[in-house]
């Protein structure tokens, strides 16, 4: 079961729109790990992760090693969790789940670091947000299996080599570029995790409305994979709402239509963009001439914190072509222009 945070971020996230922004909300915890995908056959998409992933687990059993340390990185919601589990489950071991902020105190991270079993896998989410001390505790933990604890106080003080078993550490974070170096050093291997295409989205979608038991068409499958925003958490919280239309106001059975005119009712447009997605792209449409513009002015004019923007409604902004990032800040593409229903700037006509 994970633990996730409640950082500013995603509390303002919830509370503003609990159905589309990828981040966990408290209660689709539960639904989500009903429908959480337990072994690579039912993990879709990724395939050069999951191709790289079946080679080092294969050799780490063959020679009977534990696995390398690995960290994985990218927007919520496109399966680090997931995948952690998937690998444990792979591996035939247990998997401790915990995030950075449950381990603030230095006998936190030292408390389960000694409580894990030989081969067990240790996965902290959101580790970017580890503290230096507990930062140090983990370097010599990952690199010799060690654990350096001082007894005593201030000049009786001795320091203490503990030798703990060998484990493997899966680091997980939306935030690379905030961890230190030196941890981010001691992976062995770092992946970052892609966005979705609709074919992968549509398995997806398929595969969670059988577990939903409601009957699906392909092109039911389609509609809600294309609003989806690129990310499997969205879709499944689609499938669900969609599933509830279709029972109380349909036959029962998602066809495209249903698919549609719910997702409309729901306010989902068919790029998957929400109502503050839409208002970015406006404001700087409207009020910036379609941009450059720093994030700090877009954030205040939206209210809006920076990071909430960075990490949760850019990155796919971005990837769908309709926000462009420059070193002067950003800008709508004409496509963005177009979306918003507004005649991209090389389109219009000059006066001049
Ligand atoms: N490859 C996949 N195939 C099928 N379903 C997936 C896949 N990846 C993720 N999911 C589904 O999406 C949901 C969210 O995935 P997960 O919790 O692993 O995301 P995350 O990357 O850990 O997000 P966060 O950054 O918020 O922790 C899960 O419930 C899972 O069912
Ligand atoms: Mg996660």
Redesign the pocket.
């Known amino acids: 079961m994970?633990i996730?945070s409640d950082n500013m971020g995603k509390q303002e996230i919830r509370k503003k729109n609990p159905i589309i922004k990828?981040?966990?909300i408290e209660y689709?915890t539960t639904?989500?790990?009903?429908?959480?995908?337990k072994d690579f056959n039912?993990?879709?998409?990724?395939s050069a992760l999951k191709e790289t992933l079946k080679i080092i687990l294969e050799a780490a059993k063959l020679r009977d090693k534990p696995l390398d340390h690995m960290l994985?990185y990218?927007?919520?919601?496109?399966?680090?969790?997931?995948?952690?589990?998937v690998i444990a489950a792979q591996m035939g071991v247990d998997i401790k789940i915990t995030s950075a902020p449950a381990l603030e105190r230095p006998r936190d991270i030292i408390g389960i670091l000694m409580s894990l079993k030989g081969g067990e896998i240790l996965f902290i989410?959101?580790i970017h947000r580890l503290n230096k001390i507990a930062e140090e505790i983990l370097y010599p933990a990952m690199e010799d299996f060690t654990l350096d604890m001082t007894t005593g106080k201030s000049q009786t003080a001795k320091t203490l080599r503990v030798q703990i078993p060998k484990f493997t550490l899966i680091g997980?974070?939306?935030k690379v570029g905030e961890l230190s170096s030196p941890l981010r050093d001691r992976f062995g291997m770092i992946h970052r995790?892609e966005f979705?295409t609709i074919e992968?989205l549509s398995?997806?979608v398929e595969?969670?409305a059988k577990i939903l038991d409601i009957k699906i068409t392909a092109d039911g499958a389609k509609a809600i994979a294309v609003r989806s925003r690129g990310?499997?958490?969205?879709?499944?919280r689609l499938v669900k709402r969609v599933a509830d239309f279709a029972i109380v106001k349909y036959e029962g059975i998602i066809d495209n239509k249903v698919a549609n005119e719910s997702l409309d009712v729901l306010k989902i447009d068919e790029f998957g963009l929400d109502n503050t997605d839409r208002a970015l792209l406006n404001l700087i449409i409207e009020k910036y001439d379609g941009g450059p513009v720093g994030i700090e002015t877009i954030a205040a004019a939206l209210s809006e914190d920076v990071r909430t923007i960075e990490d949760v409604c850019e990155p796919y902004l971005l990837q769908a072509g309709l926000l462009q990032r420059t070193p002067r800040g950003r800008k709508v593409s004409p496509e963005g222009f177009r979306h918003l229903g507004f005649k991209a700037p090389s389109e219009q006509t000059k006066l001049f």
């Open positions: 994970a996730f990828p981040e966990t689709d639904f989500e790990n009903s429908i959480r995908p039912n993990y879709i998409g990724q994985f990218g927007p919520p919601g496109l399966g680090k969790t997931t995948i952690a589990g989410d959101e997980a974070t939306t995790l979705y992968e398995k997806v595969r969670t990310t499997p958490r969205i879709a499944n």
